[in-house]
């Protein structure tokens, strides 16, 4: 039997999740409400409520590589069910971020290519154009030539034909006042 690996544990982490949350995470007194109400959880390899707790513990290792945080699609379900004010939507926010600046790899490739391009467009805008959204996902995550080589790229032109015809798919993008802030928030 694999000697168990020793549990890290970081005394300082949920203290800086608070920092940059804003948050008191001690009031979570684990009613599982939050987890409870969370439509993804299927996907999830961790719970919310699990979450909160191994920040709590001071479990940095484990939270910064869970897909738990990666998966979560801020529906916000989650922080408005919660009794004590845990912005749970939030700290998955904080904890991404945690994540990409101490270069932890994302287990979830996929999904961390559609932030990235979904982020990119909007600094580069200040909304969402969905033409190049796909078209960036794609390449940023490989699909492209993946799909190229299995012929799915066929599906994604006729799909996206479609919702051109159904106007759900503008051919110029638009832009919107106050940039600059939007660019400063990313920032
Ligand atoms: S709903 Fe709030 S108090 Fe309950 S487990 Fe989730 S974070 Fe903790
Ligand atoms: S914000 Fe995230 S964790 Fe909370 S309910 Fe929605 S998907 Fe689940």
């Not at 000697?3 to 203290?15: C, H, L, N, T, Y």
């Not at 191994?54 to 990666?70: A, F, P």
């Not at 990119?120 to 078209?135: A, N, P, T, Y």
């Amino acid at each position: 039997m694999p000697a168990q690996e020793p549990i890290k544990v970081d005394p300082g982490f949920s203290r800086t999740v608070e920092t940059l949350t804003k948050l008191n995470l001690d009031a979570c007194f684990q009613c599982r409400k939050c987890t409870n109400g969370c439509p993804v959880t299927f996907a999830m390899d961790i719970y919310p409520d699990q979450v909160i707790r191994l920040v709590i513990l001071g479990q940095k290792e484990r939270v910064l590589r869970c897909s738990t945080i990666w998966v979560c699609s801020a529906c916000e379900t989650c922080t408005t069910r919660c009794p004590n004010e845990v912005d749970i939507a939030a700290t998955m926010d904080a904890l991404k971020e945690m994540a990409v600046k101490a270069g932890v790899q994302c287990p979830q490739p996929k999904t961390y290519a559609f932030h990235k391009a979904f982020l990119e467009d909007i600094k580069r805008r200040g909304r969402m154009f969905e033409g190049r959204l796909m078209q960036s996902y794609l390449f940023k995550s490989g699909e492209f030539y993946k799909k190229l080589v299995d012929g799915t790229i066929k599906e994604d032109i006729s799909l996206g034909l479609n919702m051109f015809k159904k106007g759900r798919l503008p051919l110029l993008p638009k832009g919107i006042k106050g940039k600059k802030e939007i660019k400063e928030i990313l920032r």
